[in-house]
């Protein structure tokens, strides 16, 4: 079973266009956190959102965390190249000590 | 910027063989992490460990895995009889809180290949 769903699983754009990747669950996260990874390199965290409802910017990236905090959204802006990459999402339950991680969408950003 | 290092980068055993993955985690964090991941597919959580105990740990850790924090520094993996199955990327992560409220902080990860 998978906790943690990501859509798209592959996302391939062309420079200066707008994404938005998903992330959801049937389930209550304590807190979500956005990581991207490189191939061969481990993630990278981007961001972490804890309360529901909460949008959180960095630079050309929003992240939002679901009222109910079951589902989280990563929007990209006028995507570059380097934001090329693998963006995993993650958290944890209120019970217990065990961090899931979700299915990935890997992003091309084509120049 | 204080990070998570990890080694060997890459290890190649034989079948049946112990290995030993290491990690130094970040100095001031106290919960430390093993995931793994398998080449093409998603990270899967290992084990959790805190005040030198293990605290959770996944179907994937069973009694061929074992953890250690030898000294103040080092965080250990060993794996005792390695199977052909076990060939994945294993990346170990730290954070200073208990990860229902903050990050995870993870290693470049050592490639683990088992022939």
């Known amino acids: 079973t998978q906790l943690l769903e990501q859509s798209p699983q592959f996302l391939s754009i062309q420079e200066g266009e707008n994404l938005t990747v998903y992330c959801n669950s049937s389930?209550?996260?304590?807190?979500l956190q956005w990581y991207r990874q490189e191939p061969g390199e481990g993630p990278v965290l981007l961001v972490t959102?804890?309360?529901?409802?909460e949008v959180k910017k960095l630079k050309r990236l929003t992240f939002q965390f679901g009222d109910a905090r079951k589902d989280s959204s990563l929007h990209i802006t006028a995507a570059q190249p380097g934001d090329t990459g693998l963006y995993l999402c993650?958290?944890?339950?209120?019970?217990?000590?065990?961090?899931?991680f979700g299915t990935g969408t890997s992003l091309t950003v084509i120049p | 910027e204080p990070e998570v290092t990890q080694t060997p980068s890459h290890q190649v055993t034989q079948m049946g063989q112990e290995v030993i993955l290491r990690c130094v985690p970040i100095?001031?964090?106290?919960?430390f992490y093993w995931y793994r991941q398998i080449l093409g597919q998603k990270v899967e959580f290992l084990v959790s460990?805190?005040?030198?105990?293990?605290?959770?740990k996944s179907e994937i850790f069973d009694d061929q895995f074992s953890v250690e924090r030898p000294d103040g520094s080092n965080f250990t993996l060993k794996i005792r009889s390695t199977k052909l199955e076990d060939s994945a990327m294993y990346f170990c992560?730290?954070?200073?809180?208990?990860?229902?409220?903050?990050?995870?902080?993870f290693g470049p990860g050592t490639r683990l290949t088992v022939t």
């Open positions: 959102v804890v309360t529901g409802g």
């Open positions: 460990f805190y005040n030198n105990e293990i605290s959770e």
């Open positions: 389930s209550v996260f304590s807190s």
């Open positions: 992560a730290s954070s200073e809180e208990y990860p229902g409220a903050y990050e995870q902080y």
């Open positions: 100095s001031n964090h106290l919960y």
């Open positions: 993650a958290g944890a339950l209120f019970t217990g000590n065990q961090f899931y």
